[in-house]
Antibody
Framework: EVQLVESGGGLVQPGRSLRLSCAAS????????MHWVRQAPGKGLEWVSG????????GYADSVKGRFTISRDNAKNSLYLQMNSLRAEDTALYYC??????????????WGQGTLVTVSS | DIVMTQSPDSLAVSLGERATINCKSS????????????LAWYQQKPGQPPKLLIY???TRESGVPDRFSGSGSGTDFTLTISSLQAEDVAVYYC????????FGPGTKVDIK
C-alpha cells in the first residue's frame, strides 16, 4: 500500500524558514517523480514544485521560485521542501504527491494527508 | 504557464442524473509525438486529499467507478458522471501536466 506522510508544518513568522518532509513507502520511490501541492484554507489546489526520479529535472511555481527548494533522498525514501522567506500567502495545507511517471510530466496518483503551514506574526 | 479554466463553478444534480464538468486549457496539451493529452481529473471530498480519477484525458484510474468518464482533446475536455451518487458530492479539478503542472479552479458538485 502506498503511503505518503508529511511532517514539518507549523506556525512560523513572516520571513522565517521551514522545512517540510515526506516519508514514502509501499512503492519503489526512486522510480517516480514527486510533487508538492498546496491548498490555502477554503481555496483550490496549487502545484508548488516537482522533482524527477533522479533529481535531474526540477520545477517551481512562479509564486515560490527563488524562495523554496525541493529535494529528495532516494536512499531514505524521502522528499523535502525547504521554504525560506515565508509570506502570509504561503499559509496552506501542503500535500506530498507521487507522480505517475519518472519525469515531472505526469499525473499525481497518490497523495498524503498534508501538513499545515501557517505564516503569521 | 498553461492556464486552466473550468465551468461551471458549481452545479447541483439530482441523484441518478448526469453531471458534466468542462475544462479548458490556454494552449493545447496534446503532445504530437505520442498523441496523448496531458490532462488529469481529481476528486476532493471535504477534509480529504485529492483523489486521481482520470489521466491521459480519458483513462480511468484503477478502482474508479465506470460512471466517471473523461473526454476531449487539445484544449477542451469534459468529465462526466453518468449517474450521480450521494458519495460523488465533492469538488472536481482538472490538471494539465504538459508543462509545469497547473490545476483548474475546481467545480463543486452537490445534490439537487
Amino acid at each position: 500500500e502506498v503511503q505518503l506522510v508529511e511532517s514539518g508544518g507549523g506556525l512560523v513568522q513572516p520571513g522565517r524558514s521551514l522545512r517540510l518532509s515526506c516519508a514514502a513507502s509501499g512503492f519503489t520511490f526512486d522510480d517516480y517523480a514527486m510533487h508538492w501541492v498546496r491548498q490555502a484554507p477554503g481555496k483550490g489546489l496549487e502545484w508548488v514544485s516537482g522533482i524527477s526520479w533522479n533529481s535531474g529535472s526540477i520545477g517551481y511555481a512562479d509564486s515560490v521560485k527563488g524562495r523554496f527548494t525541493i529535494s529528495r533522498d532516494n536512499a531514505k525514501n524521502s522528499l523535502y521542501l525547504q521554504m525560506n522567506s515565508l509570506r502570509a500567502e504561503d499559509t496552506a495545507l501542503y500535500y506530498c504527491a507521487k507522480g505517475g511517471a519518472s519525469s515531472t510530466r505526469g499525473q499525481c496518483d497518490y497523495w498524503g494527508q498534508g501538513t499545515l503551514v501557517t505564516v503569521s506574526s | 504557464d498553461i492556464v486552466m479554466t473550468q465551468s461551471p463553478d458549481s452545479l447541483a444534480v439530482s441523484l441518478g442524473e448526469r453531471a458534466t464538468i468542462n475544462c479548458k486549457s490556454s494552449q493545447s496539451v496534446l503532445y504530437s509525438s505520442n498523441n496523448k493529452n496531458y490532462l488529469a481529473w481529481y476528486q476532493q471530498k471535504p477534509g480529504q486529499p485529492p483523489k486521481l480519477l482520470i489521466y491521459w484525458a480519458s483513462t480511468r484510474e484503477s478502482g474508479v467507478p465506470d460512471r466517471f468518464s473523461g473526454s476531449g482533446s487539445g484544449t477542451d475536455f469534459t468529465l462526466t458522471i453518468s449517474s450521480l451518487q450521494a458519495e460523488d458530492v465533492a469538488v472536481y479539478y482538472c490538471q494539465q501536466y504538459y508543462s509545469t503542472l497547473t490545476f483548474g479552479p475546481g467545480t463543486k458538485v452537490d445534490i439537487k
